[in-house]
């Protein structure tokens, strides 16, 4: 028996193998990623097409993408309940399109149907990180 395959003999008398390198790679990869905080992946269908870490109020830079995307946010608050917003304009100066409120620190998501060319208002009072994903 290796390392990389187990293999026993079933009640027919062929072989099951197992994987076990595989397997511990896999499980290896996952709990560094986990570690170090770095996304294990991104679906197969999907793009990261803008992301930023910070920590306050920002303006972010605009981006264009296509319609059905992701705007996704981790958020860690200085103060238990200090609260956390992104706004979402067509123009640095216009009215938003969209406003996500969280009270605390967290994780969170919302998906946008439309695209186009976007910015990103960040209200804040701790440290931050927002990823905008193309869903295809």
């Keep these: ?15 099951q193998a197992t994987y076990l390198g595989i ?6 990869t996952l709990f560094w990623s986990l570690l170090v905080g770095i996304p294990v992946s991104l679906a197969r ?4 097409i803008q992301q930023v870490s910070g920590k306050l109020h920002q303006h972010l ?21 200090d609260l956390f917003q992104i706004v979402l304009q ?12 969280q009270k605390g620190s967290g994780q969170g998501t919302k998906h946008q149907k439309k695209g186009g060319t976007y910015y990103l208002k960040v209200v804040s ?6 990823t905008v994903v193309q869903l295809r």
């Excluded at 397997?23 to 290896?28: E, P």
């Excluded at 830079?61 to 309940?81: A, C, M």
């Excluded at 067509?90 to 409120?101: C, E, H, K, N």
């Design 45 to 48: 269908d999907e793009q990261i």
């Design 125 to 130: 009072m701790g440290k931050w990180t927002i």
């Design 90 to 101: 067509s123009t640095p100066t216009d009215v938003p399109v969209d406003v996500v409120t």
């Design 61 to 81: 830079e605009p981006f264009t993408i296509n319609d059905d995307w992701e705007l996704r946010w981790d958020y860690k608050g200085e103060v238990g309940n």
């Design 23 to 28: 397997a511990s790679s896999v499980c290896l």
């Design 1 to 15: 028996m290796s390392f990389f395959r187990q293999e026993k003999w079933n009640q027919r008398g062929r072989v």
